[in-house]
Nanobody, 121 residues
């Protein structure tokens, strides 16, 4: 059974940095994509970054060059390093496990409970 638990959210001023973490269990290496999503009040949940089983990373245009997704298999932990944060980055950030099939990330199979990131101007 896949379980995901986020931590590390908080409040920061614009231009600052935060790192959020996602502790995972039940993830079989090579069978899942892992990703970060976010949802701001009144908006739909949107993808932020994906980490594919071969280490390939993909980012939403809005965070390219500012956010970095990475994973540590020895710690079963997924990270999202967020630099040069903007007020528009304020949202609940969710860790997700996605299917991996035909060389592509599929739909989300599992969600974490989320961690709040607030960026003030």
């Amino acid at each position: 059974q896949v379980q995901l638990q986020e931590s590390g959210g908080g409040s920061v001023q614009a231009g600052g940095s935060l790192r959020v973490s996602c502790s995972t269990s039940g993830i079989i290496n090579g069978r899942y994509c892992l990703g970060w999503y976010r949802q701001a009040p009144g908006k739909e949940r949107e993808p932020v970054a994906h980490l594919e089983p071969d280490g390939t990373t993909k980012y939403a245009d809005s965070v390219k060059g500012r956010f970095t997704i990475s994973g540590d298999n020895t710690k079963n932990t997924l990270y999202l390093q967020m630099d040069n944060l903007k007020p528009d980055d304020t949202a609940m950030y969710f860790c997700a496990a996605l299917g991996w099939r035909w060389g592509m990330c599929g739909g989300v199979n599992n969600w974490g409970q989320g961690t709040q990131v607030t960026v003030s101007s």
